[in-house]
């Protein structure tokens, strides 16, 4: 065997190690915050490397089964899922990952920065826990923006399990938008159908074909309300419906059918699975027709849970390759002391922080948009950097981690470093709520909806940093901020000739 033994690269507190995260909220935050936020990070920053860590390890090496029939031949449909992935959830509430997004008591920043912050800790140890977790962020959203909590008494305990920090009261929710013909094209593809029973329950059939997390408690959907036996085709003839998975009193799934998980590239931890959906309860809850705007409140949350998975993912490799580099010796020398390496790292730390500051500063306006602070401005800017945001942080993710990957030689491909389970969650992160094309096409709805409101609250806030880097005389902020402002003046200028061809926004694709 040899006397050589090489030292593993170590998972040090996430908070109190990132060179960027701890600044980063000192400036964000009031100072009548900072201090109990970074405790909080801090203490959760230690229980990630004492238990989360392996738990979502575990997760990972024992994924969801189904049994469908029991061995009597009876229908069962019984999801099977570790331990360890019921604990992470528990942990999950416990923290508070969706509660602190609903803390009204804070002020607008903290909540939402707090938040994404400590689900940035959160997420590469979770064993994609946080999967469900922006689902149900997303639902706890919808339903507060849907405001008929007097009129639902079901939303109101929805909205109140879903931010609960109770594990035996808390819920999650999935999110059943896809299906066989068409993800991107919800509309065009929807082929599920709600037959009313009254003006607002209804019995829903159709077929989910990706129906993530299905160990969820409730779901929002989308289907296509039948009267006197028709339905509206595309998507003006979907609405919105809510429902639970399993009966209350007998615990027996609603009318649903689980009919296979998914073999996937990577998510293995995550249940997600073709659902037959066969005269399910659900309530309407939105206004007729009104489905897709509905549960566009859901995607815009999600979207932001993505770019912290996707940016997150980037500092755990970037993290772990720093510490091995200053443990693994080739030709003499630390990995870190050789010049090219370095610079390799350094490439990548320069990612991770950019996407994390990304990440924050949307947290940052969500918060501030929620709480009914923000300025028309602002409001603006969040809709447009939204999907920017997601689609960035999916496309670059998966070549950074890639590049990760390599700073540990052959054994970044080796399974049991747990390495190779990052790469492969990460690259759902640019296919999933959304694709990088279709949010490059949100973008010009954007267009469509603000005119020019949010591009140019863009190109304003570059200027305003450029005017404060002249002053600080930081030049190369100057440089950058100033090829910036001149691509996105030329951008705004390219919109508005364009928008003059009555073939807008078409004849930009
Ligand atoms: C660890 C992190 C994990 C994250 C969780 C992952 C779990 C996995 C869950 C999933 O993948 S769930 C499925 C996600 N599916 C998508 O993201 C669908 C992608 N497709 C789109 O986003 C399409 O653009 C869309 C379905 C929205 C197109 O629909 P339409 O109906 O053809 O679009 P249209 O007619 O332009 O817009 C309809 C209305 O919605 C308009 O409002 P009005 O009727 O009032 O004019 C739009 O302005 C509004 N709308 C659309 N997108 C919006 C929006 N409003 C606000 N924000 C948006 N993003
Ligand atoms: P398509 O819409 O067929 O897209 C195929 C390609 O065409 C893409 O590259 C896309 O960018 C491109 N494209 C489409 N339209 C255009 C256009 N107009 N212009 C240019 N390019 C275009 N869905 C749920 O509803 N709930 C879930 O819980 C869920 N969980 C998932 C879990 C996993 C692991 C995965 C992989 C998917 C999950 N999905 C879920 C589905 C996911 O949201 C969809 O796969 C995604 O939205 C894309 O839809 P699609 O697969 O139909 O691809």
New binding site residues.
Partial sequence: LGPFVQAAPVLENPFTSDPILPRALKRLLPNSEYNSVATDLSNFGQRIVKEVDALGLLAERDPPRLEQFDAWGNRVDNLIVTPAWDKLKGIAAEEGLIAIGYDKSRSAEARRIHQFAKLYLF?PSSG?V??PL??TDGAAKTISELNLGDKFPDLKEAYNRLTSRDPKHAWTSG?W??EKAG?????GGCDTYAVPVDEVNHKLSGYKW?S?AIDADMTLTLARTVQDGKAVSG?RGLSLFFLRLRDQATGKLNGIQMLKLKNKLGTKQLPTAELLLDGVNALKVSAEG?G??SI?NM??I?RV??A??SASSIRRVVSLARDWSTRRVAFGNKLVDWPLHLATLANLEILARGTLLFTLESARLLGRFESGEASAEEIALL?LI??ILKLHTGKVCVPAISEGIECFGGQGYIEDTGIPGIMRDAQV?AI????TN??S??IL?VFK?TKFAAFEAFVNRISGIVTKAKSGQNEKVVQAGTSLEKAFTQLVSTLKAAQKDPQFPANLQ
């Fill in positions: 997420h994609l946080t999967c922006a689902m999110q938008m896809t993800g991107s094209d919800v509309g990706f993530s998507s009104r897709v705007p566009a995607l815009n999600t849970h993505n912290v998975a809709r939204t999907p992160t999933w709520e959304g694709t279709v949010l096409l949100d709805r909806t």
